[in-house]
T-cell receptor, first 114, second 116 residues
């Protein structure tokens, strides 16, 4: 069975500092991996995804993530945090195929301090 | 980009009544739609997967008779919470996918249900 673990339910950084949100997964097949962002009382917006090919994936708003198979990780980073990055971030894994089901991690709330 | 809408965005209902939530794909045909439930400050839990014209597949522990899902067209899926109780109060989010495989899911803005 697939699962996703996000280390750190709350992360606080200063504006301009590096953002690092951790995600580890388990999957019995090559996974498809996603990062979503959720602002209060809103749905989810896709930041980036890894399916195949290049392991370093660039997404919107300056975020990127690197798929490391040996570490079963897909950590999300951004070189310089902005106040508008404050939100909840979810990592998700899918085995693709006919069901295309997503399994979400528990989320990480990112706070950005001025 | 693909847009998914939900209606209503917020609904309050009395205990024992039923409430219907609509999920629409506005600019693409959604062969598959998903319904999630999110409790405050928690992750999304998949409730069911529905394919157009077929019965929904419910996740373990989800009462199919309580959460009725209909996916009658390629652009519309509905979730009906029957005989709602306060513990059904939650944020319900739908997503839509054009096809299986690695096709991306597009998420609606969510519906906040409060049962009094």
């Amino acid at each position: 069975a697939q699962s996703v673990t996000q280390l750190g339910s709350h992360v606080s950084v200063s504006e301009g500092a590096l953002v690092l949100l951790r995600c580890n997964y388990s999957s019995s097949v090559p996974p498809y991996l996603f990062w979503y962002v959720q602002y209060p009382n809103q749905g989810l917006q896709l930041l980036l995804k890894y399916t195949t090919g290049a392991t370093l994936v660039k997404g919107i708003n300056g975020f990127e993530a690197e798929f490391k198979k040996s570490e079963t990780s897909f950590h999300l980073t951004k070189p310089s945090a902005h106040m508008s990055d404050a939100a909840e971030y979810f990592c998700a894994v899918s085995e693709g195929g006919a069901t295309n089901k997503l399994i979400f991690g528990t989320g990480t709330l990112l706070a950005v301090q001025p | 980009g693909a847009v998914v809408s939900q209606h209503p965005s917020w609904v309050i209902c009395k205990s024992g009544t039923s409430v219907k939530i609509e999920c629409r794909s506005l600019d693409f045909q959604a062969t598959t739609m998903f319904w999630y439930r999110q409790f405050p400050k928690q992750s999304l839990m998949l409730m069911a997967t529905s394919n157009e014209g077929s019965k929904a597949t419910y996740e373990q522990g989800v009462e199919k008779d309580k959460f009725l899902i209909n996916h009658a067209s390629l652009t519309l899926s509905t979730l009906t919470v029957t005989s709602a109780h306060p513990e059904d109060s939650s944020f319900y989010i739908c997503s839509a996918s054009a096809a299986g495989g690695i096709s991306e899911q597009y998420f609606g803005p969510g519906t906040r249900l409060t049962v009094t």
